[in-house]
């Protein structure tokens, strides 16, 4: 029996937007953002198809993520940035995963753990710039990054990256983005005093990789746009090709249609279908939204990669 409903993922037009981001990041590596289950088009084939695109690094929000790609034979350096109290961490330092850092107490695990482990962590610290969702406030910077000093010097970790987050990047112009950029500035600057030397600094999602070279740093980190998404509707010209797509009724008004005809829902919008961006003005919310609420039970068909893929769940 065909599927009545499947959402097909074009790895082709995932491939495509990580090399427009490649191209629009010039001298910062691309890491490809893969949380929300590769927001909702399928962690793996999503980020083997950016890995063999040119994405240097991938970002997953959970440690179980990014796990997931290195069981899957993924070994592309990765960031995984939400780390809850008493997430058991040897696995990941055992397979050398990057660790994001929001607080003391969050720096004092891994390093518990990379002692237990017998190796080095590899760590990113995080600076609240503004957006406060995450990251190490500056009233607590210099202290978080004095004990990440101490802590390297003793053999337990390695502060491989430093970042940010933008609360508004997608508001081209809006003041908190140069308050961000500078006070992450600051913040480097103090990791730097305190003797740390990052292999890469980033700040940059979709939006400042694509509206703002100065905060592009060493790496970039989008994550919608290499889905073909723009994180801003307006803006024109940007490449990106949407790379997706139980039972409803849909007033057609005098429109034929015969029972089995296909029925797309949303898509990149070349053959007059609606985009995701369309459903998100309908529904009022962004499409992010969209993508990712695709359910678990729709089967997704892969194209455009090496070969058809099956749906790896
Ligand atoms: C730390 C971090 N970096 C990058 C991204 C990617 O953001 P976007 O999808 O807007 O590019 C996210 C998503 O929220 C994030 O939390």
């Not at 009724?249 to 015969?258: Q, Y």
Request: aromatic letters at 6%; hydrophobic letters at 45%.
């Amino acid at each position: 029996m065909p599927p009545t409903a499947e959402a097909l993922v074009d790895l082709g037009a995932v491939r495509t937007n990580i090399e427009v981001l490649r191209d629009r990041a010039r001298n910062a590596d691309v890491m490809g953002v893969v949380k929300a289950d590769g927001y909702g088009h399928g962690m793996v084939p999503v980020a083997r198809a950016m890995v063999a695109a040119g994405a240097a690094w991938l970002g997953t929000a959970l440690v179980e993520e990014a796990l997931q790609l290195r069981r899957a034979g993924i070994r592309t350096p990765t960031l995984a940035w939400i780390i809850p109290p008493g997430t058991p961490l040897g696995e990941a330092v055992a397979s050398d995963i990057d660790l994001g850092v929001s607080t003391r107490w969050g720096l004092d695990e891994i390093a518990a753990a990379a002692r237990a482990a017998g190796r080095p962590a590899r760590v990113h610290l995080k600076a609240d710039t503004g957006l406060s969702r995450g990251g190490v406030t500056p009233g607590e910077w210099s202290d978080v990054v004095e004990a990440a000093a101490r802590a390297e010097a003793a053999g337990l970790l390695r502060v491989t990256g430093v970042f940010s987050h933008f609360a508004r990047a997608d508001e081209p112009g809006h003041p908190s983005i140069a308050a961000q950029l500078t006070a992450f500035h600051d913040a480097l600057a103090l990791a730097e005093k305190a003797g740390l030397r990052p292999e890469v600094r980033h700040m940059a999602n979709s939006a400042a990789t694509l509206t703002l070279p100065d905060a592009h740093f060493d790496l970039v980190r989008p994550g919608i746009a290499g889905y073909g998404l723009t994180p801003i509707p307006d803006l024109a010209g940007t490449g990106l090709r949407p790379a997706c797509m139980d039972q409803f009724v849909v007033d057609i008004g005098d429109d034929e249609a015969r029972a089995g005809e296909p029925a797309v829902l949303f898509g990149a919008g070349d053959g007059g279908e609606p985009t995701a961006q369309d459903w998100a003005e309908a529904l009022d919310t962004i499409s992010y939204e969209i993508v990712c609420r695709v359910g678990q039970r729709v089967p997704r068909r892969y194209v455009g990669g090496d070969g058809e893929w099956p749906d790896p769940r």
